[in-house]
Each structure stands twice: as C-alpha cells, then as structure tokens.
C-alpha cells in the first residue's frame, strides 16, 4: 500500500511539473538566440507578462483558446493562440526598421529615448555590418542624415547642422577625442576611428555643451568599441569574427579579424584592420552645364633627374594621386573583481600612409592651366589612445552608478608640401599629448534621475617647422605651424543634469561650468605675425538646457528644447600660421573671445506599428562668432611672403551669426517583407555682420530607400541626394579663394558653386548560416559625375563593393 502511495505521489509531481513546464515558453530569434523584454499581452491587454533575459515568459494566466500577441521595437508583431504554440517556442521575424530604440550617449548613461527632446541618430552595430563602410565618415553619411566633406580620399569631415570640425565633437568610449589643434577648417580625425571594431554609433544633433563641454556646438559624435565579454557559464566563452571587402572604385582591399576571450571575471576584445586603397575613379556623367568639371588632365610627376613636370591622365576620371593605406587595432582588458565593480584597460591604435592632399593638388596658377603644386601631402596620421575606466553600480548615498575614466592619447600629424619646380620640401609637424580625467554619476530620486559629474583636460602641443632640399638632402628651420615654444591647453568643469517624469511629460534640465586655459609661447614673434612672446587666454562659461517632452497624445510625442554651447578657442584659433593659398595668408589672432550659441529645438514624432516618424525644426543664434575673416597687422592689411604679396587674414570674432534648419525622418513598414525609408535636412545660416553665408551650412541632402527582408536575405535599391549651392549661397572666402573647388557655369556666373546631384544604388547581404556573411552593393549605378558640396575631391563613379564576413 505504502509502495503504491509513493508511486502515485511521484506520478503527480511528474504531472505537476509537466504542466508547469508547459505554461512557459521560449521566445527565439531567427538564429535560435533568446529574446528578452517581449511583451506578450491578451486582446484587451488585461493580461500580459514579459519575456526574461533567457526569453522565458510564464503564460500560464492566459486561456488555452486565448490570443497572445507579442511584441518587442526590434522584431515583427506576431500573435498566435496558445493552444497552437508548438514545442513550448515562438520564433520572431526581425523589424525590417526599428521603431523605437535605447540610447545611451544624452547623459552618458542609458536612457530610453522617448525622454530625450533632442534628435538623436543611432547607427547599430547590425547596421555597421550591413553597410560594410571603408571609413567611420563613410558610416555617419549611410545615415542620410550626417553631412560628410572630404577634401582628399583619406578624409571626411562631419557637418551638423551647420557646424563641422572643431565645432562638432568626437566621443570615443567615453574619451572625448578633440585636442587643441582641433581646426576650423576640415578634419579627417574621424577616419582614425575604424568602423569594423564598433559596438555602435550615436550622434546628438544641436549643442551638447552641458554634458560633454566646449566643442559641442554643433552636436556630439558618440562611438561605441566593441566590449570584452564575460562567460555566464563555467567554461571559457571565445567569439571572434573575420572580414574581407573589396571595392572596385579605389581597388580597396581590406582585411580585419577580431576576437573575444572570457572567463567569469576576466575577459578580453582584440581587434585587427588593415586598408589599402587606391586611386578614386570619378563617374563620367558629367552634367552638361559643368563639362569638365573636376577631369584630372594632368598631373605632376618627376623625370629621372628628380625634375617636376607635367604629365597628360589618359583617364581623366582617375584622381591622381588620391590613394592611402591605414590600419587600426583595439585591445581591451576587463576584470570584475566583484559583481558590482568592473575594470577595463583600452589600447586604440590607428595609423596611415601618407594621404595626398587631393583638392590643393589641383590648384593651378591664376587662369592657365599650370599647377601650382608638385608635392602635398598629409604625413602619417598617427592616434594612440589609453584608457582605464573603473564602473561601479552598487547603489551608494549618493549614486547609483559611477563610472571613472583616465585617458591618455598620443596625436601626431603632418603636412607636406612643395611648389611645382621648387627643390624646397616644407614639412610642418605637430605633437599633441592630451590627458583626462572624467568622473560621472547618476542617481535615481523616485521616479525621477540626476546625473553629475567632473571632467580635467590638458593638452601639450609641439610643433615643428623645416625645410628640405629635394636634391641635396639640406634641412633648414622655417616658421612651424604653431607657436615653436610650445603651447598648453587646459580645461576643467562641472555637470548637472536633472529628469523628472510626470504621467504624460517629462521634464529635463542641465548646467555646466566650464574653465578653460591657453598659453603659447614663441621664439620668434615677427615671424610667427603676433606682437608678443606669450599668448594668454583664460575663458569661463556657464551653460545650461531646458526641455521637455509630451506624451498626451497615444503614441505621439511633441519635444521642445532650449539650450546654450561654447566653444573657447584652441590653439588653432589663435596661434596657427597657414598660407591658404598664393594669394591669402592665415595669422594668429591674440585676441579672440569665446563663441556662444543659443538653440531652440522643437519636434514632433510618433510611431505605430507600420510607421515612424519625426519632424524637427531649429533655430540657433551665434554671439561672438568665430569666423575666417580680413585682419592687419599694424594696420597693413596685406604683407609679402617668400616674395609673394598676400592679402592677411585670421579667425575673428563678428557680432552675430544665425542659423536654421530642419530635418524629416520617416520609417514605413509596408508589408511583413518590405519597408520605405526617407531622410531630409537642410541647414542654412549668414554672418549678419559681413552679410555673408556661414561656411558650414549644407544644401538640402538625404537618403530615400527601398528595403526587402525575407528570412536570410535583405536588400535594398536606395538613392543618395544633395541640392545645388550656388554662387550666393556660398562666402567670398571660399568660392573666391579656392576656385578649383567648385564648378563653373558654362553661360551663367550665379549659378558657379556646387551643382546638385543623385544617385541610385544597390545593396544587399544573404545570411548563409549564423558563422557566414555575405554583402554585396553597386552603388552609383549611372556612374554619375558628382562632388558633395564643399568637397575638393569628387565622389567615386559605379562602384561595386564585395565583403565576405565568418562569425565564430
């Protein structure tokens, strides 16, 4: 009898735990992996539950017959009744376009996004992979919604909305890159950033002055490396993928492989590339008005006695010289010595061959067809960054969070040049050893979030000027590019943001003070055109934001944003010695005072199932501008240079400037299989005091596209667009001063500048299975003859692109 109870007492808990077991199921992606944070609901949603991080989801309070209706921002709406779940599993189908999405760079910690006024783009990593860039500018232009300049192949200069360069920040891993030799002109920096090693990317358009500091006027371009990962199991986890792409408009070859080892409280990410790139082919259709603009017809080579001389392109559309090579490697360390602390040590290493300066090599002397340059080129680009980030997220009195970073990074670069027929080589080199130290907390008051923090930065910066004589090897001193006693470049502040939630708003608001320090010393002050030895500057700034964000209507949000920037000048500003060209010289300017923005943003947005949307509009006002504009020096407003006479000009400060503009943003799911994606901008803004357009400001640009998903394969056909500039919209300094820019007008002087243009392209990828990938475009189909605005080099003509990707 005893037996018998038993028996029957172990089939009922076998019956129990049965059933148990079939009240939950599993929640899958298309490769098998669990998804978390599905909400599975009910028709009336009376009853709902959430899938957890092994996509588990307890389902047992739903009827047998009952509808279950799943959804998550990143995979297709499904439903099925419960009866008819097979296998206690469901498997999603990944969103053709995500709805809605996480960020993590507003307030430096992660944040939902429904609570942010400002616009914010995210680039993915999924979406890294798929666009398959050569260059992290490439990347932020896929987006449709980051205007890039490139005056050389090697190059790439972020505009947003209506600010570029030193203007606009670059945060790596929490490090802000800029340094004090940051300039106004266009950057390349970017491309030291490589694209294949990135966990994702956010760029906060409008000022971002309060969190990050100075620099941030524009808006902050947030990069996020890949992370080591810990084992969640007893054994040792090892990851690791390989890439290989070719493109048939540079000849590009590339090559990268990384890998991830981790233990349960050790672990590590090492990350390989390696680029070469050859010279850039132009498209051949050219718009009828523009004949032969931008045609390479000749070029300068040497003969065998070292002699320069003109040499005839027999393809006209081959950009000689153009071509680079670079490489980029990434280590990180992570140790958690606890289950609340975790340490990490990060090595960035990015450097390049010499990098031609494309646009100045097309210069020619006034109107004949002789250039003006033999040699110019940008020497190795060389950035070496170390960081070591120590985060803890036990809760404390007064944090929950906090996080230290100290960084080191080493920055060198080069130009190089030399007039046609001259046996003189100029070489300008420059060394920057940039430290900091950022401290950042948050802490959560209810419902409500503060976040604060600290930020130290020094910069030391070398700079050395010689000439060498081709034939004989000579070196003799010349003038360097910044003060040759060396220059120091010092900045501390501190942040508050504050966020509290209402039912239907949230409200935010910030503030920063910001100090920063300059001193420059020089050796030679006539040579180097300032009136003392040492340059001084000591500037202070308080900035702040107010915003808040509106969710009274269903699925709709309405944003308005109030804020203020700076930016205090750098080294570059106010020491740089710089012939523009033959006919204009760039001088330091002792006296320069800080720039102050005051923005105004306001947007509206919402999503449902099949749409998304966002439409925004901003204004900014600009006191005290910093501007490239006529200066004297006592009271001469132009001085002769190596026997040339050259009219003087410096960064000044002018009253005011505004800007305006705005942007659409339109995402539509329009079957389980296809979606449409569109993406508008337009930037305008005028110095008022010269009455004149601010550099910086783009043409309307954007990104239509056409998007098939089924399964393992996705596709798109999507156009790329840039309206036309012409000769009013563009200022004196530029259209005058660099002619070989832009295009002429076969009949009509106003409308010289920069014709607009499109493309059509192609792109796809094919899933072989979870360890293979496979993407493939053809872009610039037509093999259109194109510039984007600005730009000193034309963009590539048909290009077909190759990447093979293993995943382990």
Known sequence: MKVMIKIAFLCLCITAAGSLFSQQIKVLDKNNDPVPNVVIHNASKSISTVSDLEGMADISLFTEEEMLY?????????????????????????????????????????????????????????????????????????????????SQLGGGSPKLRGFSANSTLI?????????????????????????????????????????????????????????????????????????????????????????????????????????????????????????????????????????????????????????????????????APTDDLNLTYGFYLSNTSDIPRYDVLTETLGDTDSLANAEWFYGPQRWIMHTLKAQLTAPHRFFDQAK?????????????????????????????????????????????SLYYGAEFLYNAIESVGTREDIFTGETTPTTPRYPDGGSNYYSGAAYASYIHRLPKFTLSAGARFTNVRLDATTNDPEASFTNSEEIELNNSALNGSLGVVYRGIPS??????????????????????????????????????????????????GHSEKWSWRLTAFGTLLNNAIVRGDFSINGQDSITVEGSRRKILAQVNTNEAILYGGSIQLDWNVSRHWAATLRITETAGKDRTNDQPLR????????????????????????????????????????????????????????????????????????????????????????????????????????????LRANF
Do not use: C
Request: aromatic letters at 10%.
């Open 696 to 803: 910086h400001t783009t043409p309307v640009f954007g990104r239509v596209a056409l998007v098939y998903q089924k399964n393992r394969v996705r596709g798109e056909i999507f156009s790329e667009f840039n309206g036309a500039r012409y000769r009013e919209d563009i200022p004196d300094t530029e259209i005058i001063s660099k002619p070989y820019l832009y295009a002429r007008h076969v009949s009509d002087p106003a409308k010289d500048g920069s014709p607009g243009w499109a493309t059509l392209n192609l792109r796809g990828s094919y899933e072989f299975s979870k360890t293979l990938l496979v993407t493939a475009a053809l872009e610039n189909i037509l093999d259109v003859h194109y510039r984007p605005y600005s730009s000193g080099i034309s963009a590539a003509g048909r290009n077909f692109i190759f990447g």
């Open 70 to 150: 799943l959804r998550h921002p990143t995979f297709q709406f499904f439903s099925i009744r419960k009866s008819k779940i097979e296998q206690h599993q469901v498997v999603l189908a990944d969103r053709i376009l995500h709805m809605k999405a996480v960020v993590v760079s507003a307030n430096k910690w992660e944040q939902d996004i429904t609570e942010i006024p400002n616009r914010i783009v995210g680039i993915s990593e999924q979406e890294v992979v798929y666009n398959n860039p050569q260059t992290s500018a490439d990347l932020l232009s896929y987006s449709g919604e980051v205007f890039v300049q490139k």
């Open 556 to 605: 709709q949000q309405i944003s308005f944003m109030l804020s203020s920037g700076f930016r205090a000048p750098n080294v570059d500003d106010v020491g740089k010695v710089f012939e523009l060209n033959r006919e204009n010289i760039v001088v330091p300017n002792e006296n320069l005072e800080p720039e102050f923005s005051y923005n105004t943003e306001i947007s509206w947005s």
């Open 404 to 448: 230290v970073i100290a960084a080191y990074q080493d920055y060198e670069e080069s130009r190089n040049d030399r007039g046609f027929g001259s046996s003189r080589l100029r070489n300008r080199t420059e060394k920057v050893d940039l430290y900091s130290l950022n401290l950042d907390l948050d802490k959560s008051l209810g419902e409500n």
């Open 171 to 335: 945060v790596v891993d929490g490090v802000r890159m800029n340094n004090a030799i940051y300039r106004s002109g266009n950057l390349q920096n970017v491309i030291s950033i490589d694209p294949n090693a990135l966990a994702g990317t956010e760029v906060i358009m409008g000022p971002g002055s309060v969190i990050y500091g100075s620099d941030a006027l524009g808006g902050v371009m947030d990069f996020h490396f890949k992370d080591p990962v810990y084992s969640d199991t007893g054994k040792t986890r090892i990851t690791g993928s390989a890439l290989s792409r070719v493109s048939t408009a540079n000849d590009e070859l590339t090559g990268h492989i990384d890998l991830g080892v981790g233990t349960k409280k050790l672990s590590s990410f090492t990350s390989f590339s390696y680029s070469s790139f050859g010279d850039l082919r132009s498209g051949s259709n050219t718009p009828g008005d523009y004949a032969g603009f931008g045609e390479r017809n000749t070029y300068v080579d040497q003969d065998s006695d070292g002699n320069d001389r003109l040499v005839s392109n027999n393809e006209p559309g081959l950009q000689v010289p153009s071509g680079f090579d670079s490489w980029h490697a990434v280590q990180k360390v992570a140790y």
